[in-house]
């Protein structure tokens, strides 16, 4: 069963009740007729495990992290794991191998192969209920796609739930629940909730405007994908031809700003693979204001105005954009009357 919809709609929530992790204001999760409240941790345990958003290495070596899932597991079932989790040939790359110290919280690693390793962790416990949030967020696509068989793989002998604004790892899957500020909107399969219109058909349309090759790793956006941006949807289909053609692919790994409040802004972003942050300086701090993924885009103000940023973009995970330069867009902004507008009234609906 797959959980989808908008940041902020809920998802996580919903997976920390189940895990029971919170409780429901209203309602029950029964496993087996079973209220799981009235469980023990440790029975609890036994049944599922889970890779949260953001997943917790202690300080140890890479090996003592894994099979501290199933401390009887041998060194070739914990390497089976890795390699299942994509892992295997990045650890053994590394001088000390398997034997690596990950560092205080995992520090030693990057974002993506933290959450690599605790993939192989969960997968070498092999419990019933598998339970994963945006486990593969921060995965290059060559990788992520290899979790995503071995995930595949335990269809029909495991429950998986799986958080995820990747929509085409989902579609197989036998439900997919759409969530939308706090309320489950639709639910069904693929197939039935594109032919629905709702939501789900929007947001499909929205990650599917964008990909990332898996070979060369280039972001590339289709002048249809450019099309589900509201203010281009009106555009001639030459214009959009000729636009997606002029988007240049940007790679940057996590913990990087895009661009930072007040900066000179001359692009606008089309984000291809990854999530960014935006945040606004204030007292005390810069502040998150909101959080964009895969298909979402930002930075539009700088199509027709010289203006500095009003927000800070900081990735999350390692990231590619598509990158659109005022000087491209000129050229092309002659021929459509009426562009402008759309920009500017986009802008002022976002900005609060
Ligand atoms: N049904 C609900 N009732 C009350 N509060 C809710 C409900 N659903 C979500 N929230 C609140 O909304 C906020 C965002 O929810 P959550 O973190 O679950 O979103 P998400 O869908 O996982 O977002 P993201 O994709 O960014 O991870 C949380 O503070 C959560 O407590
Ligand atoms: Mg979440």
Known sequence: MAFVGPSGSGKSTALGILTHLYEPQQGAV??????????????????????????????????ENIVIARPSASQSEVEAAARAAAV????????????????????ALSGGQRQRVAIARALLRDAPILV??????????????????????????????????????????????????????????HDALLAAGGLYARLWQKVSSVAV??????ATITAEGLRAISFFSECRDDTLAHLAERFVS?????????????????KFYV????????????????KRIETLHDGDFFGEIALIKDQPRNA?????????????????????????PGLRER????????SP
């Open 30 to 63: 029964l496993f087996d007729d079973q209220p799981i409240a009235r469980a023990s941790d440790e029975s609890l345990r036994a049944i599922m495990t889970a890779v949260p958003q953001t997943p917790v290495l202690f300080q140890g070596t890479i090996r």
């Open 88 to 107: 295997h040939d990045v650890i053994t790359a590394l001088p000390e191998g398997y034997d690596t110290p990950v560092g205080e919280g995992g520090g």
């Open 132 to 189: 994963l949030d945006e486990a593969t967020a921060a995965l290059d696509p060559a990788s992520e796609a290899l979790v995503n068989q071995s995930i595949a793989a335990l269809a029909g002998r495991r429950t998986v739930f799986s958080v995820t604004h990747r929509l085409a790892s989902v579609a197989e899957f036998d439900r997919i629940v759409v969530f939308d500020r706090g309320r489950v909107v639709e639910s069904g399969r």
């Open 213 to 218: 090759s898996e070979t060369s790793a280039d």
């Open 250 to 266: 940007e790679r940057l790994p996590e913990g990087r700003d895009v661009f930072h409040q007040g900066d000179p802004g001359e």
């Open 271 to 286: 984000i291809a693979r990854g999530r960014v942050d935006v945040l606004r300086e204030a007292e005390g701090g810069a």
């Open 312 to 336: 800070t973009i900081r990735t999350v995970t390692d990231c590619w954009f598509l990158a659109l330069h005022r000087t491209s867009f000129d050229q092309l902004m002659a021929r459509e």
């Open 343 to 350: 920009i500017m009234r986009a802008v002022a609906k976002r």
